[in-house]
């Protein structure tokens, strides 16, 4: 589902991680609108079960092809839920393709042996990454989605499970060389290679960095010195500045009260601090605050400043600048109460889905976005935005 959301644009994020993965590890360090009175926190044994009215703040289970089956659209289950809008779609076209990357990886990366040769040392290019496919949906996808809805329970099952993660991890190169080399050595080639003998954020305040640009980083300047929309801070201020301020406009403010209209007449009166769900990202936060209560937590008002005694995960903020978080000592989620919160999700998702069409909710954000990438290229005319 298309969220007022802007991703963070960065200069191949991924890149920098190989390589500096590479360094780092080769230290040796191993280091609803209407009114509605506040209802009291349900326990974990008091949630909705299946057959309730969402009236009485319960939901029937969906069957399939039934409640969220027929508010995504037909297609592959790896298609997209929705169509990029065209802010997204800007960003898209600002970020390098796979053969574009990969060819930035290896210039990089001969970039960084090269330098590390004229120094005296050896050093052997880091591969390009390889991602495997997903072997299921992943969220954002139409396959996701008539499975998962927003994927909030999803999350917790994912977090809560006992089978270990299995992280991608990048090859190391350098080290089976850097084994044979003195301690002293070894040190020296870590200062050639990122200009000091600690991995990144652990600088030793006693060893000032070195004078010259390390070959890591001379990699990682040549391989973004050619995107100016990448370096040109004016731009990407003024795009985070749009993009912040996009849910402000009157269009999608009078857009969002219809969506509210019509969750309340779809699934019934949903608060949050006995607050009304108001914006389109507030039905997943308050999918996310029934799992909260589900696992005994308080839903409770947050500071966005500094962390707070007790709080559990990150703070969230409601549509109408509210900050909640949950508090408290999380507890397992019953079977049977996880089922009921899937069923939940998988209704809420669907009466948000159909409500986001009956608004029109994406045709007027593409509306607002789109006026928005016009004024970005009128004001960057040499960045050849398209």
């Avoid at 990144?200 to 040549?222: D, H, I």
Wanted: with cysteine; hydrophobic share 40%.
């Amino acid at each position: 589902m298309r969220r007022s959301v802007l991703r963070a644009m960065s200069v191949s994020t991924t890149l920098a991680m190989a390589m500096m993965s590479a360094g780092c590890s080769s230290s040796g360090d191993g280091s609803s609108p209407a009114t509605q009175r506040p209802q009291p926190a349900p326990a974990a044994s008091e949630t909705p079960a299946a057959g309730e009215t969402a009236a009485s703040g319960g939901v029937a289970p969906p069957t399939a092809g039934d409640a969220v089956g027929s508010t995504v659209p037909a297609g592959s289950e790896f298609d997209p839920l929705d169509p990029p809008g065209p802010l997204e779609q800007l960003q898209a076209n600002l970020t390098p393709t796979a053969e574009e990357a990969r060819a930035a990886h290896l210039e990089q990366e001969r970039i960084v042996a090269e330098c590390m040769h004229e120094s005296g040392w050896e050093y052997t290019p880091v591969p390009f990454p390889e991602v495997p496919p997903p072997s299921e949906a992943p969220p954002g996808t139409v396959g996701y989605a008539a499975r998962y809805g927003y994927g909030v329970v999803r999350n917790y099952e994912f977090g809560s499970s006992d089978t270990p993660v299995a992280y991608p991890t990048f090859l190391d190169t350098n080290q089976a060389y850097l084994d044979t080399l003195s301690k002293a050595d070894r040190e020296a080639w870590m200062i050639a290679f990122a200009g000091s003998t600690e991995p990144m954020g652990r600088r030793a305040l006693s060893q000032p960095p070195s004078t010259e640009v390390p070959c890591g980083q001379r990699g990682l300047n040549a391989s973004s010195a050619g995107d100016i929309r990448a370096t040109n801070a004016d731009f990407r201020a003024r795009l985070f500045d749009l993009a912040g301020t996009l849910d402000e406009d009157p269009r999608i403010v009078e857009a969002s009260k219809a969506w509210s209209g019509c969750m309340f007449a779809e699934f019934g009166p949903i608060e949050i601090l006995g607050r009304p769900v108001l914006g389109v990202d507030d039905a997943a936060a308050y999918m996310e605050s029934l799992v909260w209560l589900a696992q005994g937590l308080e839903v409770l008002p947050a500071d966005l400043q500094q962390p707070q005694t007790g709080m559990v995960g990150v703070v969230r903020v409601l549509a109408d600048g509210t900050p909640f978080a949950a508090f408290g000592v999380p507890q397992k989620i019953e079977p049977e109460t996880f089922k009921r919160l899937q069923a939940t999700e998988l209704e809420l998702f669907a009466a948000d889905r159909a409500c986001q069409q009956q608004a029109g909710i994406h045709s007027v954000r593409d509306d607002v976005e789109q006026e928005a990438v016009d004024a970005l290229r009128a004001e960057f005319p040499d960045l050849e935005l398209d």
